[in-house]
């Protein structure tokens, strides 16, 4: 039971996902062109209900498995995979978050490139890890300068590579 509600909370959170902009602010906008723009935004979107369905699937197999006697063929998945090839329905259901599931990959491989790292916070507002003594500290690639005024406090300028 309690895997059920698990993965039925983390279909939620890739539902959440899927149909707000919440993951925006990860993606490094700036260095992409309109295309690749429109193609991760279509790959992020379409692959996370891909996901979604993914856990969604699993859930209602977790569910199913307390409900009543699930034919033990090998494992709990490739028993309840089993169940859902037998049925038009199911097969095309597999099929379609299949392919979701497979452009959610594509997505992930593309965020290797696009993504910023670390990832901001959900305030949008970088934190830079800086040591008191340091007077550079490193960010996103680019340096940070800590100058002192007359009072000893910090003031920080950004630099370009």
């Known amino acids: 039971m309690l895997f059920g509600v698990a993965f039925s909370i983390a279909c939620i959170t890739q539902l959440i996902n899927a149909f707000t902009r919440k993951w925006h602010s990860e993606i490094n906008w700036g260095i992409c062109s309109k295309y690749e723009r429109y193609v991760l935004l ?35 998945l490739s028993s309840g995979i089993n169940q859902f090839i037998g049925t038009g329905a199911g097969r095309v259901f597999m099929f379609i978050f299949g392919l979701l599931t497979l452009l959610y990959g594509l997505f992930a491989i593309l965020c290797t490139r696009y993504r910023f790292f670390p990832t ?19 960010y996103m690639g680019r340096a940070v300068t800590v100058v002192r005024d007359e009072n000893r406090h910090r003031q920080e300028e950004y630099m370009d590579h």
Do not use: C, K, W
């Open 42 to 76: 279509f790959l992020g979107h379409t692959g996370f209900v891909g996901r979604a369905g993914l856990f969604l699937f699993v859930s209602i197999l977790m569910f199913r498995a307390l409900a009543g006697h699930v034919h033990q063929t090998g494992n709990t």
């Open 120 to 138: 901001p916070p959900p305030s949008g507002t970088p934190l830079v890890y800086r040591h008191e003594d340091a007077d550079a500290n490193m």
